[in-house]
């Protein structure tokens, strides 16, 4: 016998299955889940295969599996005829002429104009349902989006218990309007506690990133984290100071009193949308001024990596301190608008979901673009409540569908709605196994560790 390895015979080797077929298997598979995820049956507490049965017997299957066979025999023959990279090719003149106009300062400034136009206009037109969604859910997201994208996309920090800050910010206004069962010597108007709020997570950042910020990666990640769950039991355990599960109510709507102009915010939600669209101007123009800075710059060399910047002398922890700094105040302006909107809040108001949710808006939107992490955040608030008003998909499934929409965007587009050009030149080096695209990685492909 010879040392060399038996050949396997022929009848007994594997044969791998076509990848074709493969793929068509991958969409009948989504069609069966979307026939899955439109039925209306509902299940019951001895019969939990109700819903499947249901299903999988309609006519809604038959449908959905055709169109899942239709897309796929699309697909099978734009890949076969190479129409993909043809097209690539015939249209790489038009889309860099596209990308220049789109990079051009006043494109950017005209379409901004466009989108405040369209902020301060649109929703006189819209209903009372979503003009309440407006104010109550994107308003209120999208501002805690911009401060995560300071922590997240700009420092590259991956804070898990970003919403306890939001949390301190509306306990601190509920505190200083005298609604907490421990009362301070005066009350104030809740303008002038945004600015308290401001300072107080401000100051709350700094207590949490101090002994903490030397860490990187997953362990400062689970801090974050163990932080939410302290300011959460402090809320709950405190009664007599927040008022425990109760929470607290009575809290006053926003109002200005001033040389005989007195007008109140009540339950109209479209004096809030516009306080709103004036507090995220005023964050948007700020920040994008500090984004180009020195302070921008070094948060900069930080995401890219934290030890070369350290080598070349830029202080990492004091960068990385004031980011956690400005991104808490962000969210503590959030917590006021919210409280006072709202009126009441308790510590279910701030559970730590809500934490991811504001961090998959920065990703869908883009990390360390502005204008993206505003857009990815109003529309993934705004979605689910266009799926509940038009009753498209059971109000139980809709988080099923919102998560559907965040894996398909990272397949097809990992960079994000409207990336930021670093960001969108990271994944392209990437994607040429020059660099790393992760930007809170600890040691970058290309590099040794």
Same mark, same amino acid.
């Given at each position: 016998?010879?040392? *060399?390895?038996?050949?396997?015979?022929?009848?007994? @080797? =594997? +044969?791998?299955?076509?990848?074709?077929?493969? @793929?068509?298997?991958?969409?009948?598979?989504?069609?069966? #889940?979307?026939?899955?995820?439109?039925?209306?049956?509902?299940?019951?507490?001895?019969?939990?295969?109700?819903?499947?049965?249901?299903?999988?017997?309609?006519?809604?299957?038959?449908?959905? &599996?055709?169109?899942?066979?239709?897309?796929?025999?699309?697909?099978?023959?734009?890949?076969? @005829? *190479?129409? *993909?990279?043809?097209?690539?090719?015939?249209?790489?003149?038009?889309?860099? !002429?596209?990308?220049?106009?789109?990079?051009?300062?006043?494109?950017? @400034?005209?379409? #901004?104009?466009?989108?405040?136009?369209?902020?301060? /206009?649109?929703?006189?037109?819209?209903?009372?349902?979503?003009?309440?969604?407006?104010?109550?859910?994107?308003?209120?997201?999208?501002?805690?989006?911009?401060?995560?994208?300071?922590?997240?996309?700009?420092?590259?920090?991956?804070?898990?218990?970003?919403?306890?800050?939001?949390?301190? !910010?509306?306990?601190?206004?509920?505190?200083?309007? +005298?609604?907490?069962?421990?009362?301070?010597?005066?009350?104030?108007?809740?303008?002038?506690?945004?600015?308290?709020?401001?300072?107080?997570?401000?100051?709350?950042?700094?207590?949490?990133?101090?002994?903490?910020?030397?860490? +990187?990666?997953?362990?400062?990640?689970? /801090?974050?984290? %163990?932080?939410?769950?302290?300011?959460?039991?402090?809320?709950?355990?405190?009664?007599?100071?927040?008022? !425990?599960?109760?929470?607290?109510?009575?809290?006053?709507?926003?109002?200005?009193?001033?040389?005989?102009?007195?007008?109140?915010?009540?339950?109209?939600?479209?004096?809030?949308?516009?306080?709103?669209?004036?507090?995220?101007?005023?964050?948007?123009?700020?920040?994008?001024?500090?984004?180009?800075?020195?302070?921008?710059? %070094?948060?900069?060399?930080?995401?890219?990596?934290?030890? $070369?910047?350290?080598?070349?002398?830029?202080?990492?922890? =004091?960068?990385?301190?004031?980011?956690? %700094?400005?991104? %808490? &105040? /962000?969210? *503590?302006?959030?917590?006021?608008?919210?409280?006072?909107?709202?009126?009441?809040?308790?510590?279910?108001?701030?559970?730590?979901?809500?934490?991811?949710?504001?961090?998959?808006?920065?990703?869908?939107?883009?990390?360390?673009?502005?204008?993206?992490?505003?857009?990815?955040?109003?529309?993934?608030?705004?979605?689910?409540?266009?799926?509940?008003?038009?009753?498209?998909?059971?109000?139980?499934?809709?988080?099923?569908?919102?998560?559907?929409? #965040?894996?398909?965007?990272?397949?097809?587009?990992?960079?994000?709605?409207?990336?930021?050009? +670093?960001?969108?030149?990271?994944?392209?080096?990437? $994607?040429?196994?020059?660099?790393?695209?992760?930007?809170?990685?600890?040691?970058?492909?290309?590099? &040794?560790?």
């Amino acid at each position: 016998m010879s040392g *060399g390895a038996t050949p396997v015979p022929a009848a007994r @080797r =594997r +044969r791998r299955v076509p990848a074709p077929l493969v @793929r068509l298997g991958g969409w009948l598979a989504a069609g069966v #889940l979307l026939t899955v995820l439109t039925s209306t049956a509902q299940g019951t507490p001895t019969d939990h295969l109700l819903v499947l049965r249901e299903s999988l017997g309609s006519a809604a299957l038959v449908r959905w &599996s055709a169109a899942a066979v239709a897309v796929w025999a699309l697909l099978e023959v734009w890949r076969a @005829r *190479g129409l *993909g990279p043809d097209l690539a090719r015939r249209t790489t003149g038009v889309r860099a !002429g596209w990308r220049r106009i789109a990079e051009r300062r006043l494109t950017r @400034r005209l379409f #901004l104009l466009a989108a405040a136009v369209a902020a301060i /206009v649109l929703p006189r037109f819209a209903g009372e349902f979503y003009q309440r969604v407006l104010v109550d859910q994107v308003a209120v997201f999208v501002l805690l989006a911009v401060g995560l994208n300071v922590v997240v996309g700009w420092a590259g920090l991956l804070d898990l218990g970003y919403v306890a800050f939001f949390a301190i !910010g509306a306990y601190t206004c509920a505190f200083f309007t +005298r609604a907490l069962p421990v009362k301070p010597p005066f009350a104030l108007n809740p303008f002038v506690v945004l600015p308290v709020a401001v300072v107080v997570c401000l100051l709350a950042g700094l207590l949490l990133g101090a002994p903490t910020l030397r860490l +990187r990666g997953d362990y400062l990640a689970i /801090v974050t984290l %163990a932080f939410h769950g302290i300011v959460q039991l402090f809320l709950v355990n405190k009664d007599t100071w927040t008022g !425990g599960n109760q929470g607290a109510g009575g809290i006053p709507h926003f109002s200005v009193h001033v040389d005989g102009v007195h007008y109140a915010w009540g339950l109209d939600s479209l004096p809030y949308w516009y306080l709103f669209i004036g507090m995220l101007t005023v964050v948007l123009l700020l920040f994008s001024r500090l984004e180009h800075s020195k302070v921008g710059r %070094a948060w900069t060399a930080v995401r890219e990596d934290e030890v $070369a910047a350290a080598a070349t002398g830029v202080p990492t922890v =004091r960068y990385k301190l004031m980011a956690f %700094a400005i991104g %808490a &105040s /962000v969210s *503590g302006l959030s917590g006021v608008l919210y409280a006072s909107r709202i009126g009441y809040i308790n510590p279910a108001s701030f559970p730590i979901v809500l934490s991811i949710s504001v961090l998959s808006y920065v990703i869908f939107g883009g990390m360390g673009s502005l204008i993206g992490v505003v857009v990815g955040a109003a529309l993934l608030t705004f979605l689910p409540a266009v799926f509940q008003q038009q009753e498209l998909v059971r109000q139980e499934d809709i988080p099923i569908w919102i998560g559907g929409i #965040l894996v398909v965007m990272m397949i097809f587009r990992s960079q994000g709605l409207i990336p930021s050009r +670093r960001r969108r030149r990271e994944l392209g080096l990437a $994607a040429q196994g020059i660099a790393d695209a992760d930007a809170m990685s600890e040691s970058p492909e290309g590099r &040794s560790p």
